[in-house]
């Protein structure tokens, strides 16, 4: 990762970063070094205390500088009175753990390199509070609810600290009864929230483990922009057997609808004094190309052509009264 991302600008409360305390930030890559070999050193599979694995890492020499001065120019609420200084480098909980926090959180964590258990963040970590102004501060940062940390064995062959790294097993695809009355039945109980949310979007809960399909679920589910071929795919991987015939033409005859009918665009419906004016407009060469014909005296313009059209109409002797847009 490169030093021009420094993941201290995920915690916003600390202020300065972007003004004359990013002159005092030190190296981001000078910082993730010794996080990472204090997250060697954890016992794989076996949760550990956020606060005793950072009192291992000063302990141990793990211990790393987030800015190079006193960090005076860093900052919470007020640049005076909550400047960082006043604690005498900024402090070690405020500062180091703070980093910490956001770079397992956001990173170690979704490579897979750790498990965590987290809370809210509200009233997680109150080790700010005795400063200036901070009373109103639920949280300091959003990761303050991170509590416990757990080396996957991933991570350990990552960090160079395992002999090696066998992927387990997939676990099966929940296996669903997709029924010809147009039921979807998760017989075995093993659909994950994620996958209950998908079918959701399309189906209506008809019980817990079941929901039902309708043109009208399957046309609300296109209008807000879903598709029919993801939700054919899902059927597909997910399902103990093939669709049956009932569910494929229903399938085919709502994403035949989708395509019938598709958004153009907006624009502007233009009244004129009679037909003969429409077709006069509509058959100059000057403005032919930016309208068309919408009834017998009215013409409609795309929204991307209304400045074109309104200088073409100029040219040819007629203006529409009122504001240009």
């Given amino acids: 990762m490169a030093d021009d991302f420094d993941e201290l600008s995920r915690v916003e409360a600390i202020r300065g970063q972007s003004g004359r305390g990013r002159r005092s930030l030190t190296d981001p890559s000078s910082r993730r070094i010794p996080v ?14 956020i606060d005793e694995f950072f009192r291992y890492m000063r302990a141990a020499g793990h211990d790393f500088d987030v800015a190079d001065d006193d960090a005076w120019d860093l900052y919470i609420i007020d640049k005076q009175y909550g400047s960082l200084g006043y604690a005498g480098y900024g402090d070690w909980d405020t500062l180091q753990a703070r980093y910490a926090l956001c770079l397992i959180f956001e990173y170690a964590a979704t490579l897979g390199l750790v498990d965590v258990a987290y809370t809210p963040p509200a009233g997680a970590r109150p080790d700010y509070h005795d400063r200036w102004g901070t009373d109103d501060l639920a949280f300091l940062s959003r990761y303050d609810g991170l509590k416990f940390i757990r080396l996957t064995p991933l991570g350990a062959y990552i960090l160079g600290v395992g002999e090696g790294y066998e992927p387990g097993e997939a676990e099966p695809a929940a296996a669903l009864d997709v029924l010809p009355n147009f039921e979807i039945v998760d017989g075995a109980r093993g659909l994950s929230p994620a996958d209950r949310l998908l079918l959701e979007r399309y189906a209506e809960p008809v019980s817990e483990h079941v929901w039902r399909m309708s043109p009208d679920t399957l046309l609300t589910a296109v209008e807000a922009g879903e598709s029919i071929d993801a939700l054919r795919s899902f059927l597909a991987s997910h ?10 033409r229903l399938l085919d005859d709502i994403a035949a609808r989708a395509r019938a009918v598709r958004d153009a665009g907006a624009a502007r419906l233009i009244e004129c004094g009679d037909a003969h004016m429409a077709e006069l407009i509509t058959a100059d060469s000057r403005t032919a190309g930016l309208c068309f014909r919408a009834g017998d005296k009215r013409v409609v313009v795309p929204a991307a052509a209304e400045r074109a059209f309104r200088r073409a109409l100029r040219e040819a002797g007629y203006v529409i009264p009122g504001q240009l847009p």
């Fill in 239 to 248: 399902g103990k057997r093939q669709v049956p015939g009932p569910v494929e």
């Fill in 36 to 49: 990472s070999d204090a997250l060697a050193d954890c016992p794989v599979d076996r949760w550990v205390a």
